[in-house]
């Protein structure tokens, strides 16, 4: 087993832990700061991230393991009934539909980029929560995934486009979520 393949089991088995404390979180305070339909789109654009990668033979494993978290995530989130839709959600979700005809018509590399930008678009519900109702405990969580981010995006075997592109992205958004969960309420 080589240094990349460490990084990059480290890096999903981070992510995945780190979605223990989310759900707990979720779970005991009914979902204050979280956006059910982030969760949702970033799960779908996820799955489209994990395609194109795979077929480029790309850095995704740590991308599993966030669609895995995402799709636990949403379920509670639907169950504790925080699932709201309006026309920025519809319109994200365009965007994952549009991710998957750039992909058929321009390629799976065209389609990681497509993917990368839509899941940070995706993400901005989930900002938007995250700054009216600023939490330091899920502030740290969201370090926990620069964290990880950060290691698949080192666990990348070349500075290619496939391999450190999505980590890289993700590992600044992790970080400005931290940043902006850690401020002071009012």
Same mark, same amino acid.
């Given at each position: 087993?080589?240094?990349?393949?460490?990084?990059?089991?480290?890096?999903? #088995?981070? !992510?995945? *832990?780190?979605?223990?404390?989310?759900?707990?979180?979720?779970?005991? $305070?009914?979902?204050?700061?979280?956006?059910?339909?982030?969760?949702?789109?970033?799960? !779908?654009?996820?799955?489209?991230?994990?395609?194109?990668?795979? $077929?480029?033979?790309?850095?995704?494993?740590? #991308?599993?393991?966030?669609? %895995?978290?995402?799709?636990?995530? %949403?379920?509670?989130? %639907?169950?504790?009934?925080?699932?709201?839709?309006?026309?920025?959600?519809?319109? %994200?979700? +365009?965007?994952?539909?549009?991710?998957?005809?750039?992909?058929?018509?321009?390629?799976?590399?065209?389609?990681?980029?497509?993917?990368?930008?839509? *899941?940070?678009?995706?993400?901005?519900? +989930?900002?938007?929560?995250?700054?009216? $109702?600023?939490?330091?405990?899920?502030?740290? #969580?969201?370090?926990?995934?620069? *964290?990880?981010?950060?290691?698949?995006?080192?666990? +990348?075997?070349?500075?290619?486009? $496939?391999?450190?592109?999505?980590? +890289?992205?993700?590992?600044?958004?992790?970080?400005?979520?931290? #940043?902006?969960?850690?401020?002071?309420?009012?």
């Amino acid at each position: 087993m080589n240094h990349h393949t460490l990084l990059n089991a480290a890096s999903t #088995i981070l !992510a995945l *832990a780190l979605f223990v404390p989310m759900f707990r979180r979720i779970r005991s $305070e009914g979902g204050a700061g979280q956006s059910c339909v982030t969760w949702l789109l970033w799960a !779908a654009l996820d799955l489209v991230l994990i395609g194109s990668l795979v $077929e480029q033979r790309g850095n995704y494993w740590v #991308i599993a393991g966030f669609m %895995v978290g995402d799709l636990t995530l %949403v379920a509670l989130l %639907v169950k504790q009934r925080q699932f709201q839709w309006g026309r920025f959600e519809a319109t %994200v979700l +365009g965007m994952v539909g549009l991710c998957l005809v750039v992909w058929y018509a321009s390629g799976a590399r065209t389609a990681t980029i497509a993917a990368t930008a839509a *899941a940070c678009i995706a993400g901005l519900p +989930g900002l938007v929560a995250l700054a009216r $109702e600023p939490d330091r405990p899920t502030a740290r #969580i969201w370090l926990g995934y620069t *964290a990880a981010n950060a290691l698949a995006f080192l666990g +990348g075997t070349a500075m290619t486009l $496939e391999q450190r592109l999505t980590p +890289g992205t993700f590992t600044v958004y992790s970080l400005l979520m931290a #940043i902006v969960g850690w401020r002071r309420r009012g």
